[in-house]
């Protein structure tokens, strides 16, 4: 079954059709239900800023050209669209759309008084009262009009081809655009997003890198954000303005209201002491440091210096060496046998060109088409291993030797 469409759309430009085509629907189907119409949209353009799931929800479904969908009730026809458009707005349909009354009549008549719609508002009441974000890192981005206009501000720089998630979602989510490549951040804990896949969730991302973020315990609850880092327990979290820890347990963070910690300074340096020792005897890098020459107290020191600055080591041998190198020469000059083995490096000498090298090979690490993330993927049948995975994607030839690819391994270091 096909139809032509005649004059029932808002945006239709008959002049983008092909040549002696007009708007030919594609493989016929019930329409009116959801799961059908998201099928259509097996071929929708990867390209589009729209989601095609809320497309589908909305009662549109894919006519098989370009970015063009319609409305199954009310026949309307939509396309060219941008990052802004919103496809729940009633505007897209006829104010006679029986689909789009019979939605809003149903959010209308529900019950004030049934449990199942009064309990999440007083939920939501309640996430408010207890993180109400009173001190966001980025006041004047509180308001989503704001956050948006940093998208629109940067239009022709937020690659919007390269991810499903629409500058809208990443609004709702709390992220506003830096104007750099995919690189977002929130308003609120000022925790920073970027290398986005094409699946990846605003929400969900957000709370698996940044769970103690109020703006997200707030809109989404505890149990989401505990549900979320479940999934993730072991990996290492970068440290948020004004943090709420939601991963302990309730009985431990009101045992630690009841009164100042109080720690020994002794014990804690012990304790530094200690977890540097372990460093130093099961860390690869610091092996790698003395196989290069590095004086064993000054790789300890700079081990120290690091944890002390940060609680965390190094995860690059190029971070331990620089660091190494920067020592103060009243730190780095004596060695571990009293020895004078100044570091402090002077231009033109043995340092700089070991530190150029180490610049070099991780350089070298890196995809040859972002020169951003690692090179994870290796190319058959040259077996070359230059580019990341979401590079990887896009390439038919080596950049390397330009031989056809005909297929990718994703590697590991382990």
């Not at 189907?29 to 799931?53: C, I, K, M």
């Not at 190319?379 to 580019?387: D, E, I, K, N, R």
């Amino acid at each position: 079954m096909s139809s032509l469409v005649v004059s029932d759309g808002m945006r239709i430009q008959h002049a983008n059709d092909p040549p002696g085509q007009h708007c030919v629907y594609i493989t016929p189907g019930d329409h009116a239900n959801e799961f059908y119409r998201l099928s259509t949209f097996q071929n929708f353009p990867r390209n589009t800023s729209v989601d095609p799931r809320a497309l589908a929800k909305f009662g549109f479904y894919y006519t098989g050209y370009g970015d063009r969908v319609k409305c199954f009730s009310c026949g309307i026809v939509v396309e060219d669209w941008t990052f802004t458009d919103d496809p729940k707005h009633p505007r897209w349909h006829t104010t006679q759309c029986s689909f789009t009354t019979q939605r809003q009549n149903n959010t209308t008549n529900r019950n004030p008084n049934e449990t199942q719609s009064a309990g999440p508002s007083r939920q939501n009441d309640t996430y408010t009262d207890l993180f109400p974000c009173n001190n966001p890192a980025s006041p004047h981005m509180r308001c989503s009009s704001a956050r948006m206009q940093t998208f629109q501000d940067h239009r022709n720089s937020w690659p919007s081809s390269r991810m499903r998630a629409t500058p809208a979602e990443m609004v709702e989510a709390g992220l506003f655009y830096l104007g750099e490549r995919d690189r977002v951040k929130c308003w609120n804990c000022n925790g920073g997003l970027q290398n986005w896949d094409y699946n990846d969730s605003p929400w969900f991302e957000h709370a698996k890198w940044f769970p103690m973020c109020e703006y997200v315990l707030q809109q989404k609850g505890i149990e989401y954000v505990q549900n979320v880092t479940a999934q993730f327990p072991n990996i290492s979290r970068p440290p948020i303005l004004n943090p709420f820890d939601v991963t302990r347990p309730a009985a431990t963070r009101q045992q630690r209201r009841t009164g100042p910690e109080i720690i020994d300074p002794k014990e804690n340096m012990t304790a530094i002491k200690n977890k540097v020792e372990h460093e130093m005897t099961a860390s690869e890098l610091v092996t790698q440091a003395q196989e290069m020459g590095l004086d064993r107290m000054n790789i300890r020191r700079a081990l120290t210096n690091r944890f002390l600055a940060t609680q965390t080591f190094f995860v690059t041998l190029v971070s331990l060496v620089e660091a190494i190198l920067d020592l103060p020469a009243s730190e780095a000059e004596q060695s571990h046998d009293g020895s004078e083995a100044s570091l402090r490096s002077t231009p033109g000498s043995p340092e700089d060109e070991l530190r150029e090298q180490l610049r070099q090979l991780e350089r070298e690490k890196l995809c040859r088409k972002c020169n951003r993330s690692p090179a994870t993927v290796v190319f058959l049948p040259c077996g070359h291993l230059v580019a990341c995975v979401t590079c990887a994607n896009d390439v038919t030839n080596c950049p390397l030797c330009h031989v056809r690819v005909n297929e990718t391994v994703k590697s590991f270091v382990v």
